[in-house]
Every structure is written in structure tokens, then in C-alpha cells.
């Protein structure tokens, strides 16, 4: 069964890629030759062999020397059970994933295995995408899942199984318009607790820094901020938007810019971990003073926040209970078929910290 990868060798990560690859449809009879692969995932050649030969053993695989290595119908695919597979689709593998997922995926798979139930990680690029409809068309049609379980998805993915008539549950939000099942934490409350304790500390030029992947939480949370911004009573409050991707580099020129303004902002409201990492360590060596001048919230938190010398105040979203009634929809859902839609929101918990105080004057 698949495990949650920890200290993996860069062979058998490779490996997992090789089976992504061959699961998502990526490579039709044949593998590419190794000089591609070695090109492609960007390893040795005696990498890549070992991660062959443990592809070759689960028997997704035929390796012959001097001839394209053939990839094996699925009737030649080890004894996994077509009746009591449920597949978990992704954008990324699971060792790219968040700490906080890999814990949810965890804590399904052993709850599924108690009760039979295996399940499969299928990750592709083109999942978190426009354009999904011919990987998840050849998923499909391997005929082997009793559902499906999406995670990190966009638009375009949601609406396919929408369109498909699938049995699927959303880990994570759905989009507007989307009637899908779901399990998630409740963004809408959030976002409206947020502004309203910026508000309260007298914030007016606030900041809300949000990743450019904008995946359906993430979009209702600014819905409900922007929201308890607008209808504070307030006009005086205005509130500037950084997107960012995975560059520290252009964060920091973007965060440069807003303190260049005639009117700084004196609160930021953060939502990708890693962005809030950059945002304190770059603002504490610029010598601003977290929070008497500076004021942060962090959405979504992660260990490496712990870390950093000025406690950062943010949310804990309830792992177990959102993983718990994921995995009780989805025993539903393989043994009994399509489940209602039923869109279940858990709401977070608030860790106040020292990063979050009264807005003073100018220095």
C-alpha cells in the first residue's frame, strides 16, 4: 500500500514519479529512453535504473535490454483489488505536499485500511490546471475506482467530475457554482474574523498577501475579508493586494514597493506560510518592529513559523476532525455510492500572539 513518504532515497522518489507518470497517462506503450528521463526528472543514470528496477518489480513495467522499456496493461499490475480502490487526484506528488495534508492523506489511508479500502495517489501537473480533461479521462477509463477524492484542484477539474457524474469528494473547497461534496475548514469565518481584528486595533492600511495558484479556499476567504473590510464602517481603510508564487525574491521587491508609498501599510494579513516567513525575517532586517510597527496575521500555519524569534499570530485548522469526517464520507461513498452534497466547514481555532497589536503612529 502506498505510504506517506519521509526520507525517501532520490531513487525511490523518482520511482513514485515513474508511476504518476505512468497512472496520470503521461506515456502511452513506452517510457522514454533513459537519457530523456535523466534529462526530464533531472537525475543520474544509475538513479534513474534503480528507480527502474523497483517500477520493473511491482510489475508496471518490462525491461529489455536494447529496447524500449513497455509499460504493462493494468491486468499486469500486481493484485491490487479494482473493487476497493479509491483515487486521491492532486496537481502535486505527496512529497510536495504541505505537512498539514500529508497528515490528512495519512490519518485516510489508515482509516481506509482498516476497513479495506486502499488508497491510490495519483498526482499530475495538469490536475491543478485548464486543461485536465485528457489525464483524468485516461484515470477514468481504468475503471478500477470507487471514487475519487480531489485535492489542491481547480475550476476546470472540479467541473470535470462534476460533468462526469462521478463519485468524488473535495479535500478543500469547492468553487462557486460547484456542487460537489466537500471537507474543509470554514475560510468564511476566517476571513471575516481577521478583518475584524485588524479593524479593531485601528489598521487601516492593511495589506492581504495571497498565492497565485488561488484555490477555491483561498478565494473565499479574501470574499468574506474584503467583505467585513468594506462593511466596517470604515472608509478611511484601504487594503492592498501582493500575489505572489514561490520566488522570495520577487515577494520581497513587491513588499519593497508598498513602503515606499506616502502611506505605508501598518498590518499584513498572510496566508501561505512560507510567504509569512519571508515577510518577518525580510521586515525585521529592514529594522521594523514586529508589532509595534508592523502588525501580521498568518492564515495557515506550519512548524517553520515556530521558528522565527517574534511569535506569529495565526490559525490552527483541525487536522484530525476535517481527515476523520473526510474519511467517513469516503467509506460512504466506495460502499454505498454517490453521497449527497453535503459541504462540511470546520472552524479554526485563533492563536493569539505578539505579532498583533494596536496601530501606533509614525516613528
Known sequence: MLKIPRRLTLSKQTADVLREGIDSGAWKDYLPGERQLCSLFQVSRPTLRAALEIVQQEGRIEVKQGRKTAILKQKHRGLRSKTKSIALISKLPVYSMSRNRIFQIDYMQRVLRER???????????????RPARGLQHLS???????????????SVQEWFCEKGLPV??????????????????Y???????????????HREIVWMIPDANH???????????????????????CRI????????????????????????????????????????????????????????????????DSISTPIAHYISPLRRIASKL?????????????????IR????FCAAESLAERTAPR
Do not use: Y
Open 116 to 130: 479495506g479500502l486502499f488508497l491510490e495517489v495519483v498526482s499530475h501537473p495538469s490536475f491543478g490546471t485548464n
Open 216 to 238: 477555491a479556499g483561498d478565494l473565499e476567504t479574501a470574499d468574506s475579508f474584503f467583505k467585513a473590510l468594506r462593511n466596517s464602517g470604515h472608509p478611511d481603510v484601504r
Open 141 to 155: 477509463e481504468r475503471g478500477q475506482f470507487r471514487a475519487f477524492v480531489l485535492t489542491l484542484s481547480s475550476r
Open 327 to 343: 474519511s467517513r464520507m469516503a467509506v460512504e461513498m466506495a460502499t454505498e455510492g454517490p453521497s449527497p452534497v453535503r459541504q
Open 242 to 305: 501582493i500575489r505572489h508564487g514561490s520566488s522570495s525574491r520577487e515577494l520581497i521587491h513587491k513588499i519593497e514597493e508598498l513602503f515606499a508609498d506616502r502611506n505605508p501599510p501598518t498590518a499584513f494579513f498572510a496566508i501561505n506560510a512560507l510567504a509569512t516567513t519571508t515577510l518577518v525575517t525580510h521586515l525585521l532586517s529592514k529594522g521594523f518592529r514586529i508589532p509595534q510597527d508592523i502588525s501580521i496575521i498568518a492564515r495557515d500555519h506550519d512548524p517553520v513559523l
Open 188 to 202: 468564511h469565518s476566517m476571513g471575516h474574523h481577521a478583518a475584524g481584528l485588524l479593524m479593531g486595533r485601528s
Open 169 to 186: 469528494i473535495a479535500l478543500g473547497s469547492t468553487f462557486p457554482g460547484i456542487p460537489m461534496p466537500s471537507v474543509d475548514i470554514d
Open 346 to 349: 470546520v472552524i479554526p481555532q
